[in-house]
């Protein structure tokens, strides 16, 4: 086994073509010149390796196990963390959220825009200007109320992406 042996014969030994041994050799896994012994012993190394997700089939790096698997957990967590803040409240899918601002919107300003007729038909004797100044005030109220509403709707969506983010981040740094 200390002796020197042909590609040809070390591809006998462990059951691969002779091309194979040469692509070993080329690839550096087994050095030209080494002994039989040697061989055998790097490319068992590399089948530990291969094995192990060290180190891709091809012999080219491939895919990195450990790194893949530690990335899977990563995301498990934060998927677990997320689940688990839907859960307790204190997430709620954007659609959701974004249908129940709407329909409530919606029947907020449906309200204020009955506000004319109830005042007519409640007060028939107020004076025209001061119809007027009261829905002018309530209008303005309303398009308020629908401004800070969806302005406080996209600060609270980029807050909980920013929040997601840096909570993927704080993971991440601790794999």
Do not use: H
Not at 143 to 165: F, H, M, Q, Y
């Amino acid at each position: 086994m200390d002796a020197l042996i042909s590609q040809a014969e070390f591809a006998e030994i462990i059951g691969v073509s002779e091309a194979r041994v040469s692509q070993l050799v080329s690839e550096g896994v087994i050095a030209r010149g080494d002994t039989c012994a040697g061989w055998l012993l790097a490319y068992c190394e590399r089948l530990r390796d291969q094995a192990a997700g060290r180190v891709g089939a091809d012999g080219a790096g491939g895919l990195d196990l450990v790194q893949e698997r530690a990335a899977l957990a990563r995301e498990q967590r934060i998927a677990q963390a997320m689940k688990n803040k839907v859960a307790s409240g204190e997430f709620a899918p954007i659609g959701i959220l974004a249908d129940v601002l709407g329909q409530a919107a919606s029947g907020v300003v449906d309200r204020m825009d009955q506000l004319e007729g109830d005042l007519r038909k409640a007060c028939p004797d107020l004076p025209e200007d001061a119809r007027a100044v009261v829905l002018s005030v309530v209008a303005k109220a309303r398009n308020e109320w629908l401004r800070s509403t969806a302005k406080l709707v996209a600060d609270k969506v980029d807050e909980l992406a920013d929040d997601v983010e840096d909570e993927a981040a704080v993971m991440e740094d601790n794999d």
